[in-house]
T-cell receptor
Framework: GDSVTQMEGPVTLSEEAFLTINCTYTATGYPSLFWYVQYPGEGLQLLLKATKADDKGSNKGFEATYRKETTSFHLEKGSVQVSDSAVYFCALRVGQGAQKLVFGQGTRLTINP | GAVVSQHPSWVICKSGTSVKIECRSLDFQATTMFWYRQFPKQSLMLMATSNEGSKATYEQGVEKDKFLINHASLTLSTLTVTSAHPEDSSFYIC?????????????FGPGTRLTVL
């Protein structure tokens, strides 16, 4: 079945460090890929998405490129801030018009000043 | 825009009682709402999908008689955990979507933590 695997956390970095959170997927079709972020006490928010191979999603300095050959969608940011501390979820959705999201287990990120 | 709320944010109940959790889309009409369950350090698992005015579609392995879902209006869905037991203790998250509009993606509530004693 369809699944998403994220790097295990927690991840702790210093401010202005480079961030990579790995995400790989298994899907029977051609999925759309997403990164969601959950700040403390809030609901998941869509951070970025990519709907086809080689697409790059970007938002708030974060980027992720849809790599079909490696079935990956790694999240990167060049210089993290304390305010980026949150839990990050990678997810996929298979099929045009489909509604079901399949999530990875989440990666907790803590940025120290 | 696209704010989803849940109530209560946390609840503690005795084994054998029923608990109702509300999910509301505050500033848009959600034709579709979703209910997820999340165990500690695990991913969100979809329990069911509900479309306004029709019966919910449950995922394989989810007991529809135990987790009653009602989506009676375009802004409200409820999840009732009937005869709750300690193994039902979990974090329940809802999301809402308005297909065919600019709000075509899922917007998530903050979650409800249920503890069954």
């Amino acid at each position: 079945g369809d699944s998403v695997t994220q790097m295990e956390g927690p991840v702790t970095l210093s401010e202005e460090a480079f961030l990579t959170i790995n995400c790989t997927y298994t899907a029977t079709g051609y999925p759309s890929l997403f990164w969601y972020v959950q700040y403390p006490g809030e609901g998941l928010q869509l951070l970025l998405k990519a709907t086809k191979a080689d697409d790059k999603g970007s938002n708030k300095g974060f980027e992720a490129t849809y790599r079909k050959e490696t079935t990956s969608f790694h999240l990167e940011k060049g210089s993290v801030q304390v305010s980026d501390s949150a839990v990050y979820f990678c997810a996929l959705r298979v099929g045009q018009g489909a509604q079901k999201l399949v999530f990875g287990q989440g990666t907790r990120l803590t940025i120290n000043p | 825009g696209a704010v989803v709320s849940q109530h209560p944010s946390w609840v503690i109940c005795k084994s054998g009682t029923s608990v109702k959790i509300e999910c509301r889309s505050l500033d848009f009409q959600a034709t579709t709402m979703f209910w997820y369950r999340q165990f500690p350090k695990q991913s969100l698992m979809l329990m069911a999908t509900s479309n306004e005015g029709s019966k919910a579609t449950y995922e394989q392995g989810v007991e529809k008689d135990k987790f009653l879902i009602n989506h009676a209006s375009l802004t409200l869905s409820t999840l009732t955990v009937t005869s709750a037991h300690p193994e039902d203790s979990s974090f329940y998250i809802c999301s809402a979507r308005a297909p065919g509009t600019s709000l075509n993606e899922q917007f998530f509530g903050p979650g409800t933590r249920l503890t069954v004693l």
